[in-house]
């Protein structure tokens, strides 16, 4: 099966502007989440989608990120306007059902400027 | 704050030898605990796990031992080989939300 994929692989921004991040996780998998990783701390969570709708988005740093998740298969993650704490490695991960282990994406470097 | 604590940035350990990862959790409420692996450019890998009513799970050459009472996990690779070299994430679970470490950079020298 197809894993997790991410795109861009790699993003360098300048502060300010917007970048949208895309996942597409395994087919099949209604729970995508989103992660980030900044300055090789601790991976922390953003938020969960099942399907189409937000179960949790408690990590999201504030109202300049936006995810969504139309018709329950791939995400999107939007930061607008970005700025310098943003930079760090975004892994979008899907797991089957809730005590699946997930399966995460190679991730998405943002640099900020 | 981080209830999940790995206090090891790094461990060199001899091709052959035991590998022992250690992990401290502060959130009486994890059910399951897991430890994932890492390469550079890739996303974590699951490796192993362990639910809380267990106190250790042996997958080949992973184990997994989980001391409830003192909240802390360890994750041994016997023997050590140079593929094991990586950035290990301990990680736990409350409900669907992981948890993670800030990680383990193993090396191992052949």
């Known amino acids: 099966e197809a894993g997790v994929t991410q795109f861009p692989s790699h993003s360098v921004i300048e502060k300010g502007q917007t970048v949208t991040l895309r996942c597409d996780p395994i087919s099949g998998h209604d729970n995508l989440y989103w992660y980030r990783r900044v300055m090789g701390k601790e991976i922390k969570f953003l938020l969960h989608?099942?399907?189409?709708?937000?179960?949790?988005e408690s990590g999201m740093p504030n109202n300049r990120f936006l995810a969504e998740r139309t018709g329950g298969t791939y995400s999107t993650l939007k930061v607008q306007p970005a700025e310098l704490e943003d930079s760090g490695v975004y892994f979008c991960a899907s797991s089957q059902a809730g005590y699946s282990p997930l399966h995460f994406g190679n991730g998405t470097r943002l640099t900020v400027t | 704050d981080q209830q999940v604590k790995q206090n090891s940035p790094s461990l060199s350990v001899q091709e052959g030898r035991i590998s022992i990862l250690n992990c401290d959790y502060t959130?009486?409420?994890?059910?399951?605990f897991l430890w994932y692996k890492k390469y550079p450019a890739e996303g974590p890998t699951f490796l192993i796990s362990?639910?809380?009513?267990?106190d250790k799970n042996e997958d080949g050459r992973f184990t997994v031992f989980l001391n409830k009472s003192a909240k802390h996990l360890s994750l041994h690779i016997v023997p050590s080989q140079p593929g094991d070299s990586a950035v290990y994430f301990c990680?736990?679970?409350?409900?669907?939300?992981?948890?993670f470490g800030a990680g383990t950079t193993v090396t191992v020298r052949a």
């Open positions: 989608f099942v399907k189409e709708s937000k179960q949790d």
């Open positions: 959130n009486s409420m994890f059910d399951y």
């Open positions: 990680a736990a679970k409350d409900d669907y939300k992981l948890s």
């Open positions: 362990i639910s809380s009513i267990k």
